[in-house]
């Protein structure tokens, strides 16, 4: 069974605090995604990953980054969190292929004050 | 162009009701319109994607109708149940891309 898991469910943090987000999946996916969840604003791209090491921004970048150092395991990092970053955090992996279906870890639920 | 309008934004029917979920773009390079339900305090998961060389395509109570021409999909749910409650969320891609565009939701709501 696919199975994509977030280290947290919820997380509570400083402004300015470094924040990381870990998620990992045990389906051998090459691709792994970073988005963030808001009412009304639905799913947001922050960053995606094709491929070990690989990285390419997502359309809401700033304020964050990322690490691949194995396949299995994605990595979103707030460098240095801010109010306006408190959101519910999905990732999510899929493998290369046409028609692949993306699947999702339960979130997690970041509040920065 | 690369937005992906949904709505309505939230919904409520009776048990048994057809509720329909609408979703309209732009980008005529789009090939893959998956939608995805999410449960509160999950995440989303697939429910059942269409490809736009098809107008129609069902799994179980759960139709995509489809229309290339006007640039439309939507989601049927037939015999809808309160355990249908959830958020749907319509996608788009585009062939030989990594990503997803996401329309804002619909939130339905079964009553019982």
């Known amino acids: 069974d696919v199975k994509v898991t977030q280290s947290s469910r919820y997380l509570v943090k400083r402004t300015g605090e470094k924040v990381f987000l870990e998620c990992v999946q045990d389906m051998d996916h090459e691709n792994m995604f970073w988005y963030r969840q808001d009412p009304g604003l639905g799913l947001r791209l922050i960053y995606f990953?094709?491929?070990?090491?690989?990285?390419e921004k997502g359309d809401i970048p700033e304020g964050y980054s990322v690490s691949r150092e194995k396949k299995e395991r994605f990595s979103l990092i707030l460098e240095s969190a801010s109010t306006n970053q408190t959101s519910m955090y999905l990732c999510a992996s899929r493998r290369t292929g046409l028609g692949e279906t993306q699947y999702f870890g339960p979130g997690t639920r970041l509040l920065v004050l | 162009q690369q937005q992906v309008k949904q709505s309505p934004q939230s919904l409520i029917v009776q048990k048994g009701g057809i509720p329909i979920i609408n979703c309209a773009y732009e980008?005529?390079?789009?090939?893959?319109f998956p939608w995805y339900q999410q449960f509160p305090g999950k995440g989303p998961a697939l429910l059942i994607a269409i490809r736009p060389d098809v107008s129609e395509k069902k799994e179980g109570r759960f139709t995509i109708s489809f229309n290339k021409s006007a640039k439309q999909f939507s989601l049927h749910i037939m015999d809808s149940q309160p355990g249908d409650s959830a958020t749907y969320f319509c996608?788009?891609?585009?062939?030989?891309?990594?990503?997803?565009?996401f329309g804002t939701g619909t939130r339905l709501k079964v009553l019982a």
């Open positions: 990953s094709y491929d070990v090491k690989m990285k």
């Open positions: 980008n005529t390079a789009f090939d893959y």
């Open positions: 996608a788009a891609s585009i062939a030989g891309t990594y990503k997803y565009i």
